[in-house]
């Protein structure tokens, strides 16, 4: 969200006096007024988000998800990884890693206070993605100068985060879909869509393989019983359904298909 001004008033809050929905971050007690983000910081943030939560390492994340590591201090990242239980109300502590998206109106004051804040209750690592001028990301670690890193380049949050994330993923749709199908392809075990379709050729190949062996069974009047017929339907291995089917050409009963070389 885009920071406006503190709120014009002396009075300090707890974070438990601000409800989900007010407009407020809360730093040392003090009222921070948000704005609605505009359509570009909206677009970017949603990308980073689906790239992000999509990793295989992730096991949740969320977006303005309000934390509060101590009873004065309320923040909310645009985009936090880790540490976002699904269940209502503020979130005690910090995320590991926190990504904020930096557009027209940003209050630059308030958002170096905001990486600050959430180092030093722990978060390891944030990222502040710059949509004005030239794109490129801040990666704030606690201990450490602030470095950048430019499109073309990758991002990386070991332990955190099982894969490079290209810095252009996070606010490219582009970019960040073809990370996002990488990732959830991951999840289910594939490490690419060339291994999926690899694995769709290897399986329509078997089951062609499985088809022929059923065939010269019959043609040769070898009877098979339920079990045998589905372990070959079952079985996936070419090379095993290949060498049944040269046995089947010449052995005189089906229990000689299936004996160990």
């Avoid at 949740?60 to 985009?79: E, F, I, M």
Wanted: charged residues 25%.
């Amino acid at each position: 969200m885009t920071k406006n001004r503190p709120y014009p008033t002396s009075r300090r809050f707890q974070a438990d006096e601000i409800r989900e929905g007010d407009p407020y971050e809360l730093s040392n007690g003090i009222a921070i007024q948000c704005s609605p983000t505009g359509g570009r910081g909206s677009d970017a943030a949603a990308t980073g988000a689906a790239v992000l939560k999509s990793d295989p390492a992730v096991e949740s994340a969320g977006v303005d998800t309000g934390y509060s590591p101590a009873p004065d201090t309320l923040r909310a990242p645009d985009v936090a990884v880790g540490n976002v239980p699904s269940e209502p109300g503020w979130v005690q502590g910090v995320p590991p890693l926190a990504v904020d998206y930096a557009d027209t109106g940003q209050d630059e004051a308030d958002l170096a206070v905001k990486i600050r804040e959430l180092l030093a209750a722990g978060t390891k690592v944030i990222w502040v993605v710059r949509l004005i001028g030239p794109r490129r990301v801040e990666v704030h670690e606690a201990g450490r100068e602030m470095w950048l890193v430019h499109p073309g380049d990758e991002l990386e949050a070991p332990g955190i985060l099982r894969n490079p994330v290209p810095v252009e993923a996070l606010y490219d749709w582009q970019v960040g879909q073809e990370v996002t199908l990488r990732n959830l392809l991951q999840r289910h075990g594939f490490e690419s869509l060339e291994a999926v379709q690899a694995e769709s050729e290897d399986r329509g190949r078997a089951e062609g393989k499985a088809e022929t062996l059923l065939t010269v069974l019959e043609a040769r009047g070898l009877k098979l019983t339920e079990e045998q017929r589905r372990r070959i339907l079952a079985t996936t291995d070419f090379s095993t359904l290949e060498r049944w089917v040269r046995r089947a050409a010449v052995v005189s009963s089906v229990v000689e298909v299936f004996e160990e070389s």
